[in-house]
């Protein structure tokens, strides 16, 4: 069914994810507010706390918008596009995380070392085209967390 075709072209920006990202975020930095500390720590310690979340979510963000097109080769075998122009081809999919709303996709790095990570939401792709990876992943197992 997917054998060589494209699964998305482009990636749009999900406020989904982005939405839950900064939810997130922000109660972090609300419970960075609340923790009692004594009065001369209190600022640098905070200061610092809250320039960690923010470097964060820069971080975060960033890898979210990494990816700008997934395409499916074979059951087990993709190619990634990234937003900085760089191809990854050929990577082994070795997982996925399914819901209603999102699909994660985990690959293995090249040469077996580190992680690759795909982020597509119900928002970021066309419905049939999200409708349709899910049903191929679960038909082919490779679901390794489901909601």
Request: aromatic share 14%; hydrophobic share 50%.
């Amino acid at each position: 069914m997917f054998n060589n075709h494209l699964v998305t072209n482009k990636l749009n920006p999900s406020r989904h994810l982005v939405m839950l990202l900064v939810f997130i975020h922000g109660l972090t930095v609300w419970a960075v507010l609340l923790l009692p500390f004594s009065t001369s720590a209190e600022l640098p310690v905070k200061s610092f706390l809250f320039i960690l979340v923010v470097f964060s979510c820069f971080y975060y963000f960033n890898k979210m918008q990494n990816v700008i097109a997934v395409i499916m080769k074979d059951d087990n075998f993709w190619d990634l596009l990234r937003s900085d122009g760089s191809y990854c081809v050929d990577i082994k999919l070795v997982g996925s995380y399914i819901s209603d709303w999102l699909v994660i996709l985990v690959f293995s790095g090249e040469d077996g070392i580190g992680r690759h990570y795909a982020y597509l939401s119900v928002d970021a792709v066309e419905k049939t085209i999200f409708s349709n990876l899910k049903c191929k992943l679960k038909i082919n197992n490779q679901e390794i967390f489901q909601e």
